[in-house]
């Protein structure tokens, strides 16, 4: 409540906290609350003794009296599992009050690989049937459907996210198909062949630089009979080869797309608990759900699903790192609903 605290902290003192479980992603930060009447002081925050390791020191300047607390932050280096914690104070005088202390767990947000994948009936995007994560473009249908709901002939792909080098190269693309085709590298048309024919392959040729992610979207068309695609790559430094997974990424999803969504109605679509530590629920009642994604602030997607029918139903996030979240919803009219929640 602010008013309880260890105080008569003097320079040298220091307190100790044995077996703090800091778990397999450890902290980021340390958080102090805290008054001084006095300068202030420092914090070092050491490991396994008063001369360990240390991950960080907190700089405390005065609050004005002891009884007006406030918090401070200071970045730790990250330590995992069990570790004993010694909280060592230096300064001059009487130094501060401390009311509590916290660390902060790291968060890192992993870049999904794989592109998105939106398959439609039509052989020019007409009608949309399903959005899923491709690892690669590397399919043989042959005489079948894609997947349940699209038709075994006339339909169209398009795949979409970022592609990264692993050298500063001239890299050349290769795409066979059945039928139509067309690649965009950086947002420039390397390969359009937009017609109907099969099997054979078709080229281009575009300089980039490893380390850096660019726009990629490759757009496809089937007529009929036999399908397939293959999406290939070469350069003087990577041998020609189906552009695997771990070269992909998946698009971010933008404070523009948010723009041009509708907003969440509360009567049709209820998250809860929110903030949620493990099991999200959607509880649903005007549409049927078509498929459901979640993406941190920064576009990158934690969770796809896009094979339901249930209209309550749970979603694990027990696994995904602290923070605000969307939940993006599309239902069987092709409506997209955004809600925000708080992972704990």
Same mark, same amino acid.
């Given at each position: 409540?602010?008013? &309880?605290?260890?105080?008569?902290?003097?320079?040298?003192?220091? +307190?100790?906290? *044995?077996?703090?479980?800091?778990?397999?992603?450890?902290?980021?930060?340390?958080?102090? $609350?805290?008054?001084?009447?006095?300068?202030?002081?420092?914090?070092?925050?050491?490991?396994?003794?008063? @001369?360990?390791?240390?991950?960080?020191?907190?700089?405390?300047?005065? @609050?004005?009296?002891?009884?007006?607390?406030? +918090?401070?932050?200071?970045?730790?280096?990250?330590?995992?599992?069990?570790?004993?914690?010694?909280?060592?104070?230096?300064?001059?005088?009487?130094?501060? =009050?401390?009311?509590?202390? *916290?660390?902060?767990?790291?968060?890192?947000?992993?870049?999904? !690989?794989?592109?998105?994948?939106?398959?439609?009936?039509?052989?020019?995007?007409?009608?949309?049937?399903?959005?899923?994560? &491709?690892?690669?473009?590397?399919?043989?249908? !042959?005489?079948?459907?894609?997947?349940?709901?699209?038709?075994?002939?006339?339909?169209?792909? $398009?795949? @979409?996210?970022?592609?990264?080098?692993?050298? +500063?190269?001239?890299?050349?693309?290769?795409?066979?198909?059945?039928?139509?085709? %067309?690649?965009?590298?950086?947002?420039?048309?390397?390969?359009?062949?937009?017609?109907?024919?099969?099997?054979?392959?078709?080229?281009?040729?575009? =300089?980039?630089?490893?380390?850096?992610?660019?726009?990629?979207?490759?757009?496809?068309?089937?007529?009929?009979?036999?399908?397939?695609?293959?999406?290939?790559?070469?350069?003087?430094?990577?041998? %020609?080869?189906?552009?695997?997974?771990?070269?992909?990424?998946?698009?971010?999803? +933008?404070?523009?797309?948010?723009?041009?969504?509708?907003?969440?109605?509360?009567?049709?679509?209820?998250?809860?608990?929110?903030?949620?530590?493990?099991?999200?629920?959607?509880?649903?009642?005007?549409?049927?759900?078509?498929?459901?994604?979640?993406?941190?602030?920064?576009?990158?997607?934690?969770?796809?699903?896009?094979? $339901?029918?249930?209209?309550?139903?749970?979603? &694990?996030?027990? @696994?995904?790192?602290?923070?605000?979240?969307?939940?993006?919803?599309?239902? =069987?009219?092709?409506?997209?609903?955004?809600?925000?929640?708080?992972?704990?």
């Amino acid at each position: 409540d602010g008013t &309880d605290n260890i105080g008569g902290v003097q320079n040298g003192s220091y +307190t100790v906290y *044995k077996n703090i479980d800091f778990g397999f992603k450890g902290a980021s930060s340390v958080e102090f $609350r805290l008054s001084s009447a006095t300068s202030g002081g420092n914090i070092e925050i050491r490991v396994g003794s008063t @001369t360990g390791q240390l991950i960080g020191t907190a700089n405390i300047s005065g @609050t004005g009296s002891w009884g007006n607390y406030s +918090t401070f932050s200071t970045p730790v280096v990250n330590i995992k599992g069990l570790q004993d914690i010694y909280l060592i104070y230096k300064g001059s005088g009487y130094l501060f =009050n401390i009311n509590h202390f *916290k660390f902060v767990e790291e968060v890192k947000f992993v870049e999904s !690989n794989g592109l998105q994948a939106s398959y439609f009936n039509g052989t020019n995007f007409e009608n949309p049937v399903l959005q899923r994560i &491709d690892n690669e473009i590397n399919f043989d249908w !042959n005489d079948l459907s894609p997947a349940a709901g699209i038709n075994p002939d006339y339909y169209s792909v $398009r795949w @979409t996210g970022s592609i990264e080098a692993p050298h +500063t190269d001239t890299y050349t693309f290769y795409i066979k198909s059945d039928n139509g085709r %067309r690649v965009w590298i950086n947002n420039t048309l390397i390969i359009d062949k937009w017609i109907k024919d099969w099997d054979i392959y078709y080229s281009g040729t575009i =300089n980039l630089e490893a380390g850096k992610k660019y726009d990629i979207k490759v757009e496809y068309f089937e007529e009929v009979g036999g399908a397939n695609i293959k999406l290939e790559w070469a350069s003087s430094q990577t041998p %020609r080869e189906i552009i695997p997974s771990s070269q992909f990424y998946l698009p971010n999803f +933008t404070t523009s797309d948010l723009e041009q969504i509708p907003s969440l109605i509360k009567d049709e679509l209820i998250i809860y608990p929110n903030p949620v530590a493990s099991q999200l629920h959607i509880d649903y009642d005007k549409k049927q759900i078509k498929s459901v994604t979640i993406t941190n602030s920064n576009g990158i997607v934690s969770y796809y699903n896009d094979n $339901r029918s249930n209209d309550n139903y749970p979603i &694990d996030v027990s @696994t995904i790192a602290r923070g605000i979240y969307f939940l993006i919803v599309i239902n =069987n009219q092709n409506e997209k609903i955004v809600s925000k929640f708080v992972k704990q």
